[in-house]
């Protein structure tokens, strides 16, 4: 019982260490999908802001 409960303490470390070398081996600086999107979007409010409950919000 107690070797297996060291097996997965070791796993989780190991598997630990790789997600840290990968997140800062291969970081990427913002997000191009969403760059990419936000491009091919228009940039227009999507309703007119003339709805009674919005105005006090304006």
Not at 15 to 44: M, S, W
């Amino acid at each position: 019982m107690l070797s297996a409960i060291f097996i997965f303490v070791g796993l989780a470390v190991v598997f630990g260490l790789l997600l840290g070398y990968a997140a800062v081996r291969f970081k990427v600086e913002g997000n191009p999908v969403a760059k990419h999107i936000d491009d091919i979007l228009p940039q227009t409010p999507v309703w007119p802001m003339r709805l009674p409950r919005l105005q006090t919000l304006c």
